[in-house]
């Protein structure tokens, strides 16, 4: 199984100020038929269900805010919210899709 | 707009089978292109992927390590639902389960139902 590593457990950051989280894969996630990141990013707030933020490492859901961004390929990959909105107090997960089974890091909880 | 909505009891005792239902809107469990798939969540165990059913001219399968030979996903074309069945439970499998689909265009996993908590005590 590959194993998803997410840093910080959690942090506090203020408002309008950058928030990065870091997600390191046991495994490479890269598709070499495709050039692709498997590599998703999903936003739980209280009491909801995950929500799909980024795809493929780097781009950004429809609806979401541009200060949500991805980057990273092969094992390394950041989550960087550029200024930090009330709004975005979750925990923040990422996730590998390049093979079953599915994993899951173990979450960073960003708050204010 | 796909939704999907859970049905199942919220307690179970150990030793028992776990059984929930997922009743899928706005798309079909046939679809060529969509999975079905059943996550939970613990404090424990973090976001665990259960498991999925596709259909691909015939049903398939998927299933996680841990859970794999007490898990049993299946769909029911005829009511456009998917149902977990997750026997032999013990305390350990308290959670809150999820209905998940992959619309299968390259968002993840991006339909998720509203979640049951399953609590496994007698």
């Known amino acids: 199984d590959i194993v998803m590593t997410q840093s910080p457990d959690s942090l506090a950051v203020s408002l309008g100020e950058r928030a990065t989280i870091n997600c390191k894969s046991s495994q490479s996630v890269l598709s070499t038929s495709n050039n692709k990141n498997y590599l998703f990013w999903y936003q739980q707030k209280p009491r909801q269900p995950p929500k799909v933020l980024i795809h493929w490492a780097s781009i950004r859901e429809s609806g979401v805010p541009d200060r949500f961004s991805g980057s990273g390929s092969g094992t390394d990959f950041t989550l960087t919210i550029s200024s930090l909105q009330a709004e975005d107090v979750a925990v923040y997960y990422c996730?590998?899709?390049?093979?079953?089974?599915?994993?899951f890091g173990g979450g960073t909880k960003v708050e204010i | 707009q796909v939704q999907l909505q859970q049905s199942g009891p919220g307690l179970v005792k150990p030793s028992q089978t776990l059984s929930l239902t997922c009743a899928v809107s706005?798309?079909?469990?046939?679809?060529?292109?969509?999975?079905w798939n059943w996550i939970r969540q613990s404090p424990s165990r973090g976001l665990e992927w259960l498991g999925r059913t596709y259909f691909r001219s015939n049903w398939n399968y998927d299933y996680g390590g841990d859970v794999r030979g007490r898990i049993t996903i299946k769909a029911d074309t005829s009511k456009n639902q998917f149902a977990l069945q997750l026997d032999s439970v013990t305390p350990e499998d308290t959670a809150v389960y999820y209905c998940?689909?992959?619309?299968?265009?390259?968002?993840?996993?991006?339909?998720w139902g509203q979640g049951t908590t399953v609590t496994v005590s007698s």
């Open positions: 706005g798309d079909s469990v046939s679809s060529n292109r969509a999975t």
């Open positions: 998940v689909e992959d619309r299968g265009i390259g968002r993840g996993l991006d339909v």
């Open positions: 996730q590998q899709y390049h093979s079953f089974p599915l994993t």
